[in-house]
């Protein structure tokens, strides 16, 4: 096998830091006698933007306003300083690019910074949980501590019965709750964007070193990568571990199941982009077999934790099964067949219901590619946040197709991560998982856009050119390159704030919320029925092996606008007529989730808690500033 020779380290220009002639490029490179290293100016402009930025980042925390945020979500809540930290953060991140050739921890440690100035402020700020839906989860550990066992087979209503099918990631936080000590897993949930963060980024740099020695390019990639990662999936939840060992098994296969003479001439530097790396060594028959086998836990892993990863990860597989490098069909079945296994075991009742509902869903791309309830945003925040999503899309497509096209050779060889990339696309026409099709789809896509996307902003190291340039000169594409670099991260970073920020205030959710709503909950006889606009708010679904629920306005803004002209006639034919309990909770979470995603009009969730309080079929028990609730009262029951 050919020694690999490491690509020369440049600039963010393009031209290598020791661009200069002879003699006086090496004393460029030598601190001038008498200065401190900290000080010799290469690197003091590489820690200086770190220390500025965090101090900034620092003095901005603590003036985030998130209790009394409005329309705009958390956007209009941050203060300049906030801002101006992300700027001069993005300026010290290209400026260390121009050391990651000998320095590549540089680049690194302005990554780590932008995950924390990114994602840490909820994380440290919040005193609830962000994300009201991530409760559930919480109350599926507290499920699981409480019953020490698993009942795959028990019917339970909010679709929570999928929990004991795919159980991995609830019993890996059992035991962390008991571990730490911990009463739940409230504690610590709110970090889980930070920790997948954290673990995701060696990850992602395993794989694109597979394909790249520049490490410019690689850690603008994972750059990119956290800033688009705005899709709101590394909550606490168990497809954030999924992807984190989806990726995993990835990196595997690529580094270690090359066939023999599968490479071609993809091992020579003459047939190489610049920036790329040459295909790892083959491995033989044996050796694979070997590597199955210590996958096997692994992908079984998978199966345990999340149903919908396990055929990302087989369509995955199946696109590197067309190539020649890649060609490894026992892997594929043996990973096909540990998520048959499951599904048909453990995963059963869920999996017959999903091949009932293909029926309907198979080939129906227009349903399957919504996002979400049939609802249309509304608001500035809400608003906002859809249209800088698409954009952010599309920039990132936009440049990873640039790419695609220009740098032909650096496509060649990195052409898996290609295939991995869009082998999630024609899930679309199989289903529409909920109406979170579209963010999946984009979620397991994203690693090898971002790879792509910044191999459009990096140029070629020593400012090489190949065919499919356009005809440009190496010194324009050079000088275009130090100007797009730094603007398009910068625009990728602001792009981020409304796309994650944008519908914040349906995901902050006041303590004495939650404190009215778990009063309820636990008080509520067994067997229950408790009733919700929606299932977002915190401790929607808590106790839910006990009590039944119904979200009565998770459908079509159409349906809503009739069921408002009488409420409370359109609740009562699905309420219990047994003597159980039915009681409805109306909060402001509610009203926020509601009015943002177009699921009831203008003043819709004020009408409907007016109409069922001056309903005599319902009596308040309980109300402050932010909800109501009201008990059902049959109409055997008399009427106080």
Same mark, same amino acid.
């Given at each position: 096998?050919?020694?690999?020779?490491?690509?020369?380290?440049?600039?963010?220009?393009?031209?290598?830091?020791?661009?200069?002639?002879?003699?006086?490029?090496?004393?460029?490179?030598?601190?001038?006698?008498?200065?401190?290293?900290?000080?010799?100016?290469?690197?003091?402009?590489?820690?200086?933007?770190?220390?500025?930025?965090?101090?900034?980042?620092?003095?901005?925390?603590?003036?985030?306003? *998130?209790?009394?945020?409005?329309?705009?979500?958390?956007?209009?809540?941050?203060?300049?300083?906030?801002?101006?930290?992300?700027?001069?953060?993005?300026?010290?991140?290209?400026?260390?690019?121009?050391?990651?050739?000998?320095?590549?921890?540089?680049?690194?440690?302005?990554?780590?910074?932008?995950?924390?100035?990114?994602?840490?402020?909820?994380?440290?700020?919040?005193?609830?949980?962000?994300?009201?839906?991530?409760?559930?989860?919480?109350?599926?550990?507290?499920?699981?501590?409480?019953?020490?066992?698993?009942?795959?087979?028990?019917?339970?209503?909010?679709?929570?019965?999928?929990?004991?099918?795919?159980?991995?990631?609830?019993?890996?936080?059992?035991?962390?709750?008991?571990?730490?000590?911990?009463?739940?897993?409230?504690?610590?949930?709110?970090?889980?964007?930070?920790?997948?963060?954290?673990?995701?980024?060696?990850?992602?740099?395993?794989? *694109?070193?597979?394909?790249?020695?520049?490490?410019?390019?690689?850690?603008?990639?994972?750059?990119?990568?956290?800033?688009?990662?705005?899709?709101?999936?590394?909550?606490?939840?168990?497809?954030?571990?999924?992807?984190?060992?989806?990726?995993?098994?990835?990196?595997?296969?690529?580094?270690?199941?090359? #066939?023999?003479?599968?490479?071609?001439?993809?091992?020579?530097?003459?047939?190489?982009?610049?920036?790329?790396?040459?295909?790892?060594?083959?491995?033989?028959?044996?050796? #694979?077999?070997?590597?199955?086998?210590?996958?096997?836990?692994?992908?079984?892993?998978?199966?345990?934790?999340?149903?919908?990863?396990?055929?990302?990860?087989?369509?995955?597989?199946?696109?590197?099964?067309?190539?020649?490098?890649?060609?490894?069909?026992?892997?594929?079945?043996?990973?096909?067949?540990?998520?048959?296994?499951?599904?048909?075991?453990?995963?059963?009742?869920?999996?017959?219901?999903?091949?009932?509902?293909?029926?309907?869903?198979?080939?129906?791309?227009?349903?399957?590619?919504?996002?979400?309830?049939?609802?249309?945003?509304?608001?500035?925040?809400?608003?906002?946040?859809?249209?800088?999503?698409?954009?952010?899309?599309?920039?990132?497509?936009?440049?990873?197709?640039?790419?695609?096209?220009?740098?032909?050779?650096?496509?060649?060889?990195?052409?898996?991560?290609?295939?991995?990339?869009?082998?999630?696309?024609?899930?679309?026409?199989?289903?529409?998982?909920?109406?979170?099709?579209?963010?999946?789809?984009?979620?397991?896509?994203?690693?090898?856009?971002?790879?792509?996307?910044?191999?459009?902003?990096?140029?070629?190291?020593?400012?090489?050119?190949?065919?499919? *340039?356009?005809?440009?000169?190496?010194?324009?594409?050079?000088?275009?390159?130090?100007?797009?670099?730094?603007?398009?991260?910068?625009?990728?970073?602001?792009?981020?704030?409304?796309? *994650?920020?944008?519908?914040?205030?349906?995901?902050?959710?006041?303590?004495?919320?939650?404190?009215?709503?778990?009063?309820?909950?636990?008080?509520?006889?067994?067997?229950?029925?408790?009733?919700?606009?929606?299932?977002?708010?915190?401790?929607?679904?808590?106790?839910?092996?006990?009590?039944?629920?119904?979200?009565?306005?998770?459908?079509?803004?159409?349906?809503?606008?009739?069921?408002?002209?009488?409420?409370?006639?359109?609740?009562?034919?699905?309420?219990?007529?047994?003597?159980?309990?039915?009681?409805?909770?109306?909060?402001?979470?509610?009203?926020?989730?509601?009015?943002?995603?177009?699921?009831?009009?203008?003043?819709?969730?004020?009408?409907?808690?007016?109409?069922?309080?001056?309903?005599?079929?319902?009596?308040?028990?309980?109300?402050?500033?932010?909800?109501?609730?009201?008990?059902?009262?049959?109409?055997?029951?008399?009427?106080?």
């Amino acid at each position: 096998m050919q020694q690999r020779v490491p690509a020369p380290a440049t600039g963010s220009s393009g031209l290598p830091p020791e661009s200069g002639a002879g003699e006086e490029g090496e004393a460029a490179r030598v601190p001038k006698r008498g200065l401190p290293d900290l000080i010799e100016p290469q690197t003091l402009f590489t820690w200086l933007p770190l220390v500025l930025a965090t101090a900034l980042w620092l003095y901005a925390l603590p003036r985030i306003d *998130y209790r009394h945020m409005g329309d705009w979500g958390l956007l209009d809540q941050l203060p300049a300083a906030f801002f101006l930290s992300l700027v001069v953060l993005t300026a010290g991140f290209v400026v260390s690019l121009r050391r990651a050739g000998t320095a590549p921890w540089w680049p690194g440690l302005y990554s780590v910074a932008l995950l924390f100035a990114l994602k840490a402020p909820t994380a440290i700020l919040y005193d609830s949980v962000r994300y009201p839906w991530a409760s559930k989860h919480d109350a599926v550990v507290t499920h699981l501590l409480a019953n020490q066992e698993l009942r795959p087979g028990t019917p339970l209503s909010g679709n929570m019965a999928a929990y004991d099918q795919w159980p991995g990631f609830f019993t890996l936080n059992s035991a962390l709750v008991r571990a730490f000590g911990v009463e739940t897993t409230q504690s610590y949930l709110n970090w889980a964007a930070l920790f997948y963060g954290m673990v995701l980024i060696p990850v992602l740099v395993l794989v *694109y070193r597979t394909f790249a020695e520049d490490w410019r390019l690689v850690w603008t990639g994972v750059w990119i990568f956290e800033v688009a990662n705005w899709v709101g999936q590394d909550y606490f939840s168990p497809q954030g571990l999924a992807l984190i060992l989806h990726l995993s098994v990835l990196a595997v296969v690529l580094r270690h199941f090359v #066939r023999p003479g599968s490479a071609g001439n993809l091992r020579s530097r003459a047939h190489l982009d610049p920036a790329a790396a040459s295909v790892p060594p083959p491995t033989t028959a044996r050796q #694979r077999a070997v590597c199955v086998v210590i996958l096997a836990p692994l992908i079984a892993a998978i199966n345990f934790t999340h149903q919908l990863t396990p055929v990302m990860l087989c369509v995955s597989l199946f696109a590197l099964n067309l190539t020649r490098r890649y060609r490894n069909p026992g892997l594929l079945v043996v990973t096909g067949l540990i998520m048959l296994v499951w599904d048909l075991t453990m995963g059963r009742p869920l999996f017959v219901e999903t091949l009932d509902s293909l029926k309907e869903s198979a080939g129906n791309l227009l349903n399957n590619s919504r996002a979400g309830y049939a609802g249309e945003l509304t608001g500035p925040g809400p608003v906002l946040q859809g249209r800088a999503d698409i954009v952010m899309v599309l920039v990132v497509a936009a440049l990873a197709a640039f790419a695609v096209l220009t740098r032909r050779k650096l496509l060649r060889s990195a052409l898996p991560l290609l295939l991995v990339s869009i082998a999630p696309v024609p899930m679309f026409a199989i289903n529409d998982y909920g109406g979170e099709m579209l963010f999946r789809v984009y979620l397991f896509g994203l690693p090898g856009a971002a790879f792509f996307a910044a191999a459009a902003l990096v140029p070629a190291p020593g400012g090489a050119r190949e065919p499919g *340039y356009f005809g440009v000169a190496p010194v324009v594409r050079r000088r275009i390159s130090a100007v797009a670099l730094p603007a398009v991260l910068l625009a990728l970073v602001a792009g981020f704030l409304p796309a *994650y920020y944008g519908k914040e205030r349906m995901y902050y959710t006041p303590p004495a919320e939650t404190a009215l709503v778990t009063k309820v909950i636990d008080r509520a006889p067994r067997d229950s029925l408790i009733l919700a606009a929606t299932g977002s708010f915190p401790m929607a679904l808590h106790r839910y092996d006990q009590l039944e629920h119904w979200f009565f306005v998770e459908q079509a803004l159409p349906d809503n606008i009739r069921m408002l002209k009488d409420p409370a006639g359109f609740l009562e034919p699905g309420l219990p007529k047994d003597g159980r309990p039915a009681f409805v909770l109306l909060t402001h979470t509610q009203d926020v989730y509601t009015a943002g995603e177009g699921l009831l009009p203008a003043g819709g969730f004020a009408e409907l808690t007016a109409k069922l309080s001056a309903s005599p079929r319902f009596r308040v028990i309980d109300r402050n500033a932010y909800g109501t609730v009201l008990r059902y009262q049959p109409p055997t029951t008399p009427l106080r």
